[in-house]
């Protein structure tokens, strides 16, 4: 599955709040393959390597949960992203469908 993403990183690994600076939205052309979501500056090319930042960004969704983010109400379709090692994410979806549509996928990965 890919598409755009919106992307604010809410916890750290040590599962505290991500300190101020460092909490901003930024927007990302998401790819969910395999148990990766990669998300990267540009659009998807087949032909690109992925640049240092693309595979900084990317997150392990193995052992992660999705769902929506109830609590947060600032803005729609956004969805929550626990990873395994304790990070929290949130991640704004374009239409309420393809909000469910990610969590679905991530969720069954
Ligand atoms: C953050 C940025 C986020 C905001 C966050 C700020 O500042 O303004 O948009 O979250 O508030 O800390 P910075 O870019 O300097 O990290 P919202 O858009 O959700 O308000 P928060 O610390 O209350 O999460």
Redesign the pocket.
Known sequence: KTGFLGR?I?ADMDGKKTP??????KTFYAVLKGMILYLQKDEYKPEKALSEEDLKNAISVHHALALKAMDYE?KPNVFKLKTADWRVFLFQAQSPEEMDSWIRKINSV
């Open positions: 604010k809410h101020r600076g460092k909490r901003g939205w600032k």
